[in-house]
Nanobody, 127 residues
Framework: QVQLVESGGGLVQAGGSLRLSCAASGRTFSSYAMGWFRQAPGKEREFVATTSWSSGSIYYADYADSVKGRFTISRDNAKNTVYLQMNSLKPEDTAVYYC?????????????????WGKGTLVTVSS
């Protein structure tokens, strides 16, 4: 059974940084796409970033335009963990952040969702 457990959320002032972590279990995730989505109050869930496997040791990262240059997704396959480093945070980044995993390879459409989901961690950015 796949389990994804997020951590690292919290309250931060605008301009600050946070690093989210997602520990995955139940599979070997090195060939899985791993991603982050978020859902702000009153809004639909939206894509934030993914890291997806192409071949060999090649992974591709993809970002929503709203976070490009501020957020960085990374993964440690030995630890089955994916991270989201969030810098220059803005109040509009306030949301519940969800970790996700999917067995599809790079090039697939992950924008509309992934197969497995965590329960989320709340990030609140104060102005």
């Amino acid at each position: 059974q796949v389990q994804l457990v997020e951590s690292g959320g919290g309250l931060v002032q605008a301009g600050g940084s946070l690093r989210l972590s997602c520990a995955a279990s139940g599979r070997t995730f090195s060939s899985y796409a791993m991603g982050w989505f978020r859902q702000a109050p009153g809004k639909e869930r939206e894509f934030v970033a993914t890291t997806s496997w192409s071949s060999g040791s090649i992974y591709y990262a993809d970002y929503a335009d709203s976070v490009k240059g501020r957020f960085t997704i990374s993964r440690d396959n030995a630890k089955n963990t994916v991270y989201l480093q969030m810098n220059s945070l803005k109040p509009e980044d306030t949301a519940v952040y969800y970790c996700a995993a999917d067995p599809r390879r790079s090039g697939s459409d992950f924008y509309n969702g992934m197969t497995y989901w965590g329960k989320g961690t709340l990030v609140t950015v104060s102005s």
